[in-house]
T-cell receptor, first 118, second 111 residues
Framework: GAVVSQHPSWVICKSGTSVKIECRSL??????MFWYRQFPKQSLMLMAT?????????EQGVEKDKFLINHASLTLSTLTVTSAHPEDSSFYIC??????????????FGDGTRLSIL | DAKTTQPTSMDCAEGRAANLPCNHS???????VYWYRQIHSQGPQYIIH???NNETNEMASLIITEDRKSSTLILPHATLRDTAVYYC????????????FGQGTELSVKP
């Protein structure tokens, strides 16, 4: 159980386009999801906390108008990279935590989306 | 969240136990110790977590010192597929708990 699915797994786009990445919790509900970014040979960097039904909370230095987050349901959060440029090329990963009746559960991660902007 | 310190890299022979240390000397009383690993080009995989007591599951054992300032993740019989970057994270478990990743330990399991 506790599967988190990301889509797409890999996307290549032209500079200036917007790209949407989906994060779904397949067998559980997630009030809170998290978005990370990882550059080559570096660790994961937390970008924002996605809250169902409310605005996302962004980490310091992350542009909220550049990285739009929507968490419209208890099983889906989306990250849209607006007007993407080559420097936005990275590995984007989401996570979610099983909550409620399942008790003390850790976060589970998706398999990531590799974004390449040409 | 408390900062953790891990060795940059470690080697382990296949079939032997891999012992990965983590220092979290500034951990607070309500912070759990979480361990994740990341195999190249994949999302992190949850391994184990604990607060005070030692924990064991089908993947690994977690040994936390009595003062909680350090811990050790033990993979009892390492295989080549255990080659990955292992992250030790100290975080508060609550509805909005964030995980802040450090640089982790790159474990190489060798034949």
């Amino acid at each position: 159980g506790a599967v988190v699915s990301q889509h797409p797994s890999w996307v290549i786009c032209k500079s200036g386009t917007s790209v949407k990445i989906e994060c779904r919790s397949l067998d559980f509900q997630a009030t809170t999801m998290f978005w990370y970014r990882q550059f080559p040979k570096q660790s994961l960097m937390l970008m924002a906390t996605s809250n169902e039904g409310s605005k996302a909370t962004y980490e310091q230095g992350v542009e909220k108008d550049k990285f739009l987050i929507n968490h419209a349901s208890l099983t889906l959060s989306t990250l849209t990279v607006t007007s993407a440029h080559p420097e936005d090329s990275s590995f984007y990963i989401c996570s979610a935590r099983v909550e409620g009746a399942r008790g003390n559960q850790p976060q589970h991660f998706g398999d990531g989306t590799r974004l390449s902007i040409l | 969240d408390a900062k953790t310190t891990q060795p940059t890299s470690m080697d382990c022979a296949e079939g032997r136990a891999a012992n990965l240390p983590c220092n979290h000397s500034t951990i607070s009383g309500n912070e759990y110790v979480y361990w994740y690993r990341q195999i190249h080009s994949q999302g992190p995989q949850y391994i184990i977590h604990g607060l005070k007591n030692n924990e064991t599951n089908e993947m690994a054992s977690l040994i936390i010192t009595e003062d909680r300032k350090s811990s050790t993740l033990i993979l009892p019989h390492a295989t080549l597929r255990d080659t990955a970057v292992y992250y030790c994270i100290a975080a508060i478990y609550n509805q909005g708990g964030k995980l802040i990743f450090g640089q982790g330990t790159e474990l190489s399991v060798k034949p």
